[in-house]
């Protein structure tokens, strides 16, 4: 358990001396006995799992969601899905079907008839689909309840959420040029888009795409990964207005960015392993030996962990206050063919319990954990819900 110093003045016969008392942080488990990582479980799926893209997970609804493409040549075939599971017992719930091929996904929870965020509501999980759609899951009946047209011709993506404003803004990498859409979660249309020409260069033109992006409370502004523009070969990292719709500040990456996460300090770490100072715009420092698709930061032990590393069968664990590699999980491997290998570009983790949950193809869903209890007790277990 983490410990945090508490300073405070005492008068004594006038004089002002100052106490320091150590007290624990009950709401971080970071130093709770951790040691080596090991593999819990393999969680797996009806069907299998072949082709997938981006995971979540809901701490407080203690609920893992991953985007599962399917298999159409299963016998019998497993539809497009989003897979769920739950985050105490480490075990397949449900699948909800009815997408196209689901790839970037989040949840959010409006607010009640109270105005209350945290009321009786089991929230939404937004995703976008293969069809360039948006699309909205009530988490009460497990059902989707809104189709929100992107207006692209190829897939909608990743996305984020700014509860502020109440805005999703979702993108579409693969339209040509990609570009951004600013929804309204509350009324459920677009509100307006971004363009991003020059995310297409080069002889011939290449389409670098649209990646990551994530929402900074402090700032109210969104950040947006690109691996790459004119401007920028080497990436950028955007700091987007969600009112003006706008570009506020461009950040030069070093290494072609795709996964981004906000990370303590206000700081923002990309999947090459450039760490940005919100602040001034500027790249502090590059972690060495580091790369994914996707990455995750896990705030109960103040980690960054790297989907597939750069081989797509392993887990770079990042320290991301010292921005130390603290290890390399390796959870699959590349095979010979026909033996299909097993491989990943997903990772989310459970701030509430510490666990790690990484999907590998062919596998099943993976979870780790360094909580040398290897249980999910010590006082930091999932609320009612």
């Known amino acids: 358990m983490s410990n945090k110093l508490l300073i405070a003045p005492i008068l004594i016969s006038g004089i002002a ?5 150590a007290f624990a942080d009950s709401e971080n488990p970071k130093h709770d006995k951790l040691g080596p990582y090991q593999l819990v479980t393999t969680i797996s799926l009806p069907g299998g799992l072949a082709g997938f893209d981006i995971s979540w997970v809901d701490s407080r609804a203690g609920r893992y969601y991953l985007a599962d493409r399917g298999n ?5 075939a497993v539809p497009p899905r989003v897979d769920v599971i739950d985050t105490d017992k480490d075990t397949w719930l449900l699948s909800i079907t009815g997408f196209a091929g689901p790839n970037g996904l989040l949840t959010i ?15 939404e999980l937004w995703v976008g689909d293969a069809d360039s759609t948006a699309k909205v899951v009530d988490l009460k009946t497990n059902a989707i309840v809104a189709t929100i047209p992107t207006s692209g011709t190829s897939r909608a993506d990743e996305l984020a959420y700014d509860p502020v404003d109440k805005v999703i803004l979702i993108a579409n990498d693969r339209d040509n040029p990609p570009f951004v859409t600013f929804i309204s979660a509350k009324t459920r249309t677009v509100l307006g888009k971004l363009s991003y020409p020059q995310a297409v260069f080069g002889s011939p033109a290449t389409n670098h795409g649209i990646e990551q992006s994530v929402w900074d409370g402090r700032t109210k502004h969104f950040y947006l990964s690109i691996p790459g523009t004119s401007t920028n070969p ?3 990292v955007d700091e987007i207005d969600p009112n003006s719709e706008k570009v506020t500040n461009v950040v030069k990456a070093t290494c072609s960015p795709a996964g981004l996460a906000l990370i303590p300090g206000q700081h923002l770490m990309t999947s090459c392993g450039d760490v940005i100072d919100i602040s001034t715009g500027a790249v502090v420092t590059t972690v060495a030996g580091v790369g994914a698709d996707e990455i995750w ?3 109960g032990d103040e980690r960054v962990y790297f989907g597939g590393g750069t081989n797509r069968i392993s887990v770079n664990v990042v320290d991301a206050t010292n921005y130390s590699l603290v290890t390399t999980l390796t959870v699959g491997v590349i095979n010979t063919p026909p033996t299909p290998s097993q ?14 949950f990484v999907p590998v193809s062919n596998v099943g869903i993976q979870v ?3 909580d040398e209890d290897h249980d999910h007790g010590n006082g930091h277990g999932h609320g009612e819900r």
């Open 234 to 236: 080497n990436g950028e």
């Open 368 to 370: 780790y954990t360094d």
């Open 297 to 299: 930061y896990n705030r």
């Open 72 to 76: 159409s040549t299963a016998t019998p």
């Open 17 to 21: 001396i100052i106490c320091i008392a």
């Open 343 to 356: 491989t990943t570009h997903s990772v989310a983790a459970d701030s509430e319990n510490n666990r790690v």
């Open 109 to 123: 929870r409006q607010p009640d008839a109270d105005d209350n965020p945290f009321g009786d509501n089991h929230g």
